[in-house]
């Protein structure tokens, strides 16, 4: 997968939010150079999921993302979610 349609996606996750949190979040996600980048911003955008909406929400969009880091990053980080 293209690492800015995985940008695009986790960003889309964001379900539009424009609180300056997501704004933040929009901004450090469209700065990562690298899909290990990427994956290391999952806990960022899970804490502002789950402050929005909830923890399952968050935890279900999270999980949603891990087959776009397939090929990109090791398959035991893939499967410590």
């Keep these: 997968m293209d690492l800015a349609l995985i940008?695009?996606?986790?960003?889309?996750?964001?379900?539009?939010?424009d609180d300056m949190s997501a704004e933040r979040l929009r901004y450090t996600l469209a700065r990562a150079q690298s899909a290990t980048d990427l994956w290391m911003l999952r806990s960022d955008l899970y804490q502002h999921l789950s402050n929005r909406h909830s923890q399952s929400v968050a935890a279900q969009r999270?999980?949603?993302?891990?087959?776009c880091f397939s090929g990109w990053v090791s398959a035991s980080q893939?499967?410590?979610?």
């Design 78 to 81: 893939l499967n410590r979610v």
């Design 7 to 17: 940008k695009q996606l986790m960003v889309d996750s964001l379900d539009g939010g």
């Design 62 to 67: 999270i999980n949603s993302l891990r087959h």
